[in-house]
């Protein structure tokens, strides 16, 4: 069988003031064509369907419209919600939506269930992990509270991590696989061996990378299809994978967009492609002086382009914008750097190459601010103030 794997379409996004509606529902559209020239029977989307929790009215009629087309395809659909999604939302109808062919799964409610869905040749275990916030998990959820009676809830809230709920939701999921394959599906920050590249559109799941979960917690399945990151790659195999944005939603997504086609054996055996996507305005970020940027064969390519421009003149330029305006037609953002500092320029930081706790994290801060390791006392002290912190975290 063919599973189409995407993620993070955000519907109702802009870039800059620019509505990117058009080139969304473009998107939409080659979706419901390939899906039809590949014979895809599952089509797959890992989390921020919408930009805003609240999504516009045009992109709820959008995603409508691209289901119906799907399903009048043939085409099984199984969609979780991201951290930009609102849940309440987007999941309401899914009982009814079921019934359809479109799994639709969101928040806690029905975490930890496997709907097994019979294909073409076999049937297959779906695994729907929506992003899960670890504060608003349910009191009873997951296994804090098994054998351990006198932890109180406060105690449990404070020990949930992304790593705690996600790990009990696959556990809880894992019991009730019985197909010989099987596909999770997740949003979440993924971390193996090696880091991911993240882009400037995501939205941080938890300051300082606690936020990240091990890629080991998906060894067992078949194929896993994850959301969250913008950038298409895979987190160690290619069984496990970040499908990408298909557009570029940041001036940091300079890289090519793509859609991952995955042929699944009926044991789970996967074969997986790339289908690259040519679809909306590339990005450019331009640095130079203005009357640099003004040279017709300074950046020919960016005519089109969402323009960022850093412009390093000394003096006041006056009319920025609308000189700027002249060459290039989308100018989305202007930055003056005249002593020749970038902000963009990165500023080293920690890979997150493994779950942090808290106290290493406030150890890393002290390195990264004050250039040396915190001597025995200041240890003293980060140790009771990071102590003290968790006790009053709610
Ligand atoms: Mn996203």
């Known amino acids: 069988m063919k599973i189409l794997h995407t993620s993070d379409w955000h519907l109702g996004r802009t870039f800059g003031s620019t509505s990117l509606l058009a080139d969304q529902s473009e998107f939409c559209h080659f979706l419901v064509q390939t899906a039809i020239a590949e014979r895809v029977e599952l089509a797959v989307i890992a989390g921020d369907i919408f930009d805003r929790s609240i999504a516009p009215r045009e992109a709820i009629e959008l995603l409508r419209q691209t289901l119906s087309d799907l399903r009048r395809a043939g085409v099984i659909v199984a969609a979780i919600t991201g951290n930009h999604d609102g849940p309440d939302r987007v999941v309401p109808y899914s009982a009814l939506t079921d019934l359809s062919g479109v799994y639709l799964r969101g928040g806690y409610t029905g975490v930890g269930e496997t709907i097994t869905h019979e294909f073409s040749d076999g049937p297959l275990d779906l695994v729907l992990l929506p992003y899960l916030d670890p504060r608003a998990a349910p009191d009873d959820f997951g296994r804090a509270l098994e054998g351990e009676e006198s932890i109180d809830k406060l105690e449990q809230r404070r020990r949930r991590t992304h790593q705690s ?24 920050f993924v971390v193996g061996e090696t880091s991911c590249e993240e882009s400037e559109s995501e939205r941080i799941l938890e300051v300082g990378g606690s936020g990240a979960v091990d890629a080991s917690l998906f060894d067992d399945f078949s194929y896993t299809a994850l959301g969250h990151l913008h950038k298409p790659q895979d987190v160690g195999r290619e069984t496990l994978r970040y499908s990408g944005t298909p557009l570029r939603y940041s001036f940091s997504e300079n890289h090519d967009k793509s859609v991952t086609l995955i042929e699944m054996d009926r044991h789970g055996a996967s074969d997986v492609r790339q289908i690259p996507l040519a679809i909306g305005r590339t990005v450019a970020t331009l640095r130079g002086t203005i009357e ?37 037609s989308n100018v989305v953002e202007i930055q003056l750097a005249p002593n020749g500092v970038d902000i963009n320029d990165p500023v080293p930081v920690p890979l997150h190459e493994k779950v942090r706790t808290p106290r290493e994290m406030a150890n890393e801060f002290w390195e990264a601010v004050e250039g040396s390791p915190p001597t025995d006392r200041i240890t003293s002290l980060l140790d009771d103030a990071v102590e003290s912190a968790l006790e009053v975290q709610p």
């Open 165 to 188: 709920v996600l790990a009990d939701a696959i556990s809880a999921a894992r019991t009730t696989c019985e197909a010989p394959r099987s596909l999770a599906i997740s949003h979440a």
């Open 292 to 328: 640099e940027l003004l040279e017709p064969l300074f950046a020919p390519h960016a005519r089109d382009s969402f323009v960022r421009a850093v412009v390093t003149n000394r003096e006041t330029v006056i009319d920025l914008k609308v000189k700027l305006e002249q060459l290039y």
